[in-house]
């Protein structure tokens, strides 16, 4: 048994659009317990496990690929953590990048925002105006006030991913042999695309990982560059450009096939059309297997060929994935029409790109200490002889509604999921990341050796289990949710007043984006098209907007 006495942990943050306050409170949590334990270890504090963690990678798609830049940008930085919210519930933190960037965004009322058309004078790129992420990212890559510090939780040297849906694409040539040269060329194209960095060293070591510091402003606005590609919802939000030099392109072996590097000369740059990273991988978490494996190849502490260990006695490493959308299955509908044969057509094709190999599956199948993910979940009032009802899921989250994008129509919504997410993760942390004692895990007997045991044991398993990561608070019999304009803790909207604010800009933008299609009309048709678009187009098209709005906040228990 080597010495070491710590347990590795990838983190993978899934796609969730303006859900990314949800992981964004995780984070914020987990940052903050991690600080207090190591504090307490070096401060030599009674009843402190004196086992480590360590984190070696984190990477994600969509919102979660910008959290994770975000991550990578505050890892050596001390901040604020929000335990509580402040007085005024819509006031900006800003010391803390995480609620800065997810929470407070650029505006109270963001949807308004994202109605204007001041992005519109060179056509339509988008349904929404996307320039507010320009912003956001603008103050990513600034680093914060806070002093420097070295959390040792985190490796020397840690990868930092998101993964990239590429319009573009790579060509590959799998040459076949054939009967004359011209048939022996077999192309393929591959879209799945990833921009990789590596924190902690300015060098390149030709592996596909690019150096990044935000300190010395080496590619970070790369960095930022590859988070508003990962963000960019395709449709929803407008394409992103990501300029890189060739060769993190051709070193990287996330990008070959068979070994077959993409068809591109070395030394030059290369501009890709990017889209929402979570369209094709939306949760990454065997990306994150690989680079935990790699970590636990190079400390020696498994062989070549062999495979992590994943029963609780002996496991080294494990994945923790927050995901505020849980893949869930539905019913199958046997409508054979042409729309419900394209539908699910588009959904099939998505559900197969996004199948991860058969060799990762297979590893993944066994419920044990491999995996770990944090979802939303919270407890409603019934009024009835029910008392509560759990709700999981989308269904447990303010912004869940109109695919992730319901964040966008209140701060209130943001502020709630951020702080579920905190509460979520300290519930998680506290009864479900845990060991069984009766595993006999060396490193866990080990970090709470002289420790005492019934300060940590989880209350909710009966089995008698103990923290990966111990907290030293007590645990609070409810999530600690903040007191909305609405009287509770979860936050409603009146719908007449979000129709009032919403019905006039949104007639204007649908207006303009339907003049631009018009351009190029002769004279008559031109007129026609403006008569049809000032009299019924956009006004159809607000109706419907706002319709499928309230049906949807509705459905989320949303509406005053």
């Known amino acids: 048994m080597t010495k070491d006495n710590t347990i590795y942990i990838g983190l993978t943050m899934a796609g969730a659009v303006s859900a990314g306050a949800y992981t964004a409170g995780v984070i914020d949590f987990l940052i903050e317990a991690l ?6 270890k070096t401060d030599d504090v009674e009843n402190t496990p004196s086992h480590r963690i360590e984190i070696p990678a984190f990477g994600g798609a ?46 109270r009322d963001m949807f308004r925002r994202m109605l204007k058309e001041d992005d519109l004078h060179d056509g339509v790129k988008s349904l929404f105006n996307s320039n507010f992420i320009d912003e956001v990212a603008d103050r990513m890559v600034i680093p914060g006030e806070g002093a420097e510090i070295k959390r040792k939780y985190f490796s020397e040297q840690i990868k930092v991913f998101v993964t990239l849906s590429n319009l573009k694409g ?111 991988n939306n949760e990454p978490f065997d990306k994150v297997a690989e680079l935990l494996h790699d970590k636990l ?8 060929g062999q495979l992590p260990a994943n029963n609780y006695k002996d496991f080294r490493s494990t994945i923790l994935m927050i995901d505020p959308f849980p893949a869930t299955t539905s019913s199958f509908s046997d409508k054979n029409d042409i729309l419900s044969i394209a539908g699910k057509t588009l959904s099939a094709m998505l559900g197969q790109v996004r199948t991860k190999p ?23 009032p019934t009024y009835s002889s029910l008392g509560q009802i759990k709700k999981q899921g989308s269904m447990a989250i303010a912004c869940g509604f109109f695919n992730g994008f319901g964040g966008f129509f209140n701060k209130e919504f943001r502020i709630h999921d951020f702080f579920l997410g905190r509460a979520n993760c300290e519930y998680f942390l506290r009864n479900h990341f845990t060991v069984p004692v009766k595993a006999k895990n060396k490193i866990i007997e080990l970090g709470y050796k002289n420790v ?27 999530p600690y949710l903040p007191g909305f304009s609405c009287g509770g803790d979860w936050p409603k909207q009146n719908f007449r007043d979000l129709s009032k ?19 190029g009309r002769n004279g008559f048709q031109k007129f026609m098209f403006w008569m049809a ?20 906040m509705a459905k989320h228990e949303l509406l005053r």
């Not at 940590?456 to 009966?462: G, L, N, P, Q």
């Not at 678009?533 to 949807?552: G, V």
Request: charged share 30%; proline share 4%.
């Open 35 to 40: 600080d207090e334990w190591e504090k307490r």
């Open 62 to 107: 969509s919102a979660g690929g910008m959290t994770s830049i975000i991550l990578a940008s505050i890892v050596n930085e001390k901040f604020d953590h929000i335990a509580v919210a402040p007085d005024d519930i819509l006031q900006e933190i800003p010391a803390n990048k995480l609620y800065h960037s997810w929470v407070d965004l650029t505006d």
């Open 170 to 280: 790579f060509i590959y040539d799998l040459s076949f042999l054939a009967d004359n040269k011209v048939q022996n060329k077999y192309f393929v194209e591959r879209h799945n695309d990833f921009a990789c960095f590596k924190l902690g060293d300015n060098k390149y070591d030709e592996d596909g990982w690019i150096p990044l510091s935000f300190k010395d402003a080496l590619n970070s606005r790369l960095a930022a560059d590859a988070a508003m590609a990962t963000g960019a919802f395709p449709i929803g939000l407008k394409s992103r450009e990501l300029t890189r030099e060739t060769r993190y392109i051709l070193d990287n072996d996330w990008l070959r096939i068979k070994g077959a590097k993409p068809n591109m000369l070395p030394f030059l740059k290369r501009t890709d059309q990017i889209v929402d990273g979570g369209m094709i």
């Open 297 to 304: 190849l190079n400390k020696g502490l498994i062989d070549e």
């Open 358 to 380: 058969d060799d990762v599956i297979r590893t993944f199948q066994s419920d044990d200490s491999k995996q770990f993910m944090i979802a939303p979940s919270r407890f409603f």
């Open 452 to 478: 005492d045991k019934n300060l940590f044991y989880s209350i909710t398993d009966k089995k008698r289990s103990l923290p990966i990561i111990p907290l030293f608070t007590e645990q609070r019999p409810v």
């Open 501 to 519: 604010s919403y019905k006039k800009p949104i007639k204007r933008r649908v207006g303009n984006m339907i003049g631009e299609f018009g351009l």
């Open 533 to 552: 678009n000032k009299l019924y187009l956009r006004n159809k098209a607000a109706k419907s907007f706002l319709d499928i709005i309230k049906k949807d």
